[in-house]
């Protein structure tokens, strides 16, 4: 995923910054950001403002298992674990495949 991210930001015109934690405040035009640096940057911490038309917010997500009889069964698994599984081993999770993922 890093590597996605790492190629998308090289398209972009103004950087991209993760791992940064921030404040929105709608009485206020702009949003207001703490980064802090890793071994690499220039700096240990900087505080950013930002004033933009338009704005992305991606919180993450912790997926929390569907609870119902038998889910602990074989072949059953979180949305997580089949990806992993794709991803690391090339393996699919089956051949049929029903998916409930977050609140829905």
């Known amino acids: 995923m890093r590597d996605d991210i790492t190629a998308c930001s090289a398209t972009l015109s103004r950087p991209l910054c993760i791992q940064t934690a921030s404040a929105f ?18 700096f240990h911490e900087r505080y950013i403002s930002v004033c933009a ?3 992305v917010i991606a919180t993450g997500c912790i997926e ?3 609870l119902f ?13 089949a990806h992993r599984l794709a991803r690391t ?16």
């Open 69 to 81: 009889a038998d889910n602990d069964r074989p072949g059953i698994m979180q949305t997580a674990c």
């Open 25 to 42: 405040f709608p009485e206020a035009s702009d949003i207001t950001a703490f980064q802090v640096g890793s071994q690499t940057d220039t």
């Open 64 to 66: 929390r298992p569907l």
């Open 89 to 104: 081993y090339g393996l699919l999770a089956g051949e049929q495949a029903v998916f409930g993922i977050g609140d829905v």
């Open 53 to 55: 038309k338009s704005l």
